[in-house]
């Protein structure tokens, strides 16, 4: 199917090491968010791109964190140093438009585990 | 912090019960989403409820909106296997739809 899809699908990192997570999404969305689901709790919103564009990254928890969609397509989540408190799925999103009450069509998420 | 307050946390419920899911929020957002989660599988959407009020029904799910458009319920009518999930209800702010999440509902659906 042509859903989003994210790879790895897990990543295990030893604390201190970077980390980088691609999100492949719907073929012509403009919008892709990311987000981080922490075990037992809903997600919370780290990014948004719209098209190349980075036009919120009020979610994103620390300068260690950075996220790319360099042409406005494949979408990378990088995490330098990461730290135990990072081990979280992480959830992309893509959608058609760039406003509100478009669906938003969610990837399998990648599991990260800092150990 | 999930600003959205979702009650209860965990349900278990015996095939053929009824449901109901609660999503409260002190914050009025555009639309509120309602979403079910699989294990190793991100959130599918549910349903988009937009206007104060409103009431929509999906098969077995009924959806409601609060006239001040910052609670919702979810209730499912003859709970099957097949519904148990994680039940998230979302937030969607204004211009390019950043939602906030609550924290999610588990239902347990035995046979």
């Known amino acids: 199917g042509a859903g989003v899809s994210q790879s790895p699908r897990y990543k295990v990192a030893k604390r201190g090491q970077d980390v980088a997570l691609r999100c492949d999404p719907i073929s012509g969305h403009v919008s892709l968010f990311w987000y981080q689901q922490a075990l037992g709790q809903g997600p919370e919103f780290l990014t948004y791109?719209?098209?190349?564009?980075?036009?919120?990254k009020s979610g994103l928890p620390s300068d260690r964190f950075f996220a790319e969609r360099p042409e406005g397509s494949v979408s990378t989540l990088k995490i330098q140093r990461t730290q135990q408190e990072d081990s979280a799925v992480y959830l992309c999103a893509s959608k058609t438009g760039g406003y509100s009450y478009n669906e938003q069509f969610f990837g399998p998420g990648t599991r990260l585990t800092v150990l | 912090t999930q600003l959205l307050k979702q009650s209860p946390q965990f349900l278990s419920i015996q095939e053929g019960e009824n449901l109901t899911v609660y999503c409260n929020s002190s914050?009025?957002?555009?639309?509120l989403q309602w979403y079910r989660q699989e294990p190793g599988e991100g959130p599918v959407l549910l349903v988009t409820v937009v206007t104060g009020g409103e009431v929509k029904k999906l098969k077995r799910l009924t959806f409601q909106f609060g006239d001040a458009r910052k609670d919702s319920s979810l209730h499912i009518t003859a709970a099957q296997p097949g519904d148990t999930g994680l039940y998230l209800c979302a937030g969607e702010g204004p211009s390019w739809g950043k939602l906030q999440f609550g924290a999610g509902t588990q239902v347990v659906v035995t046979p």
């Open positions: 914050s009025v957002f555009s639309s």
């Open positions: 791109f719209q098209n190349e564009a980075q036009l919120d």
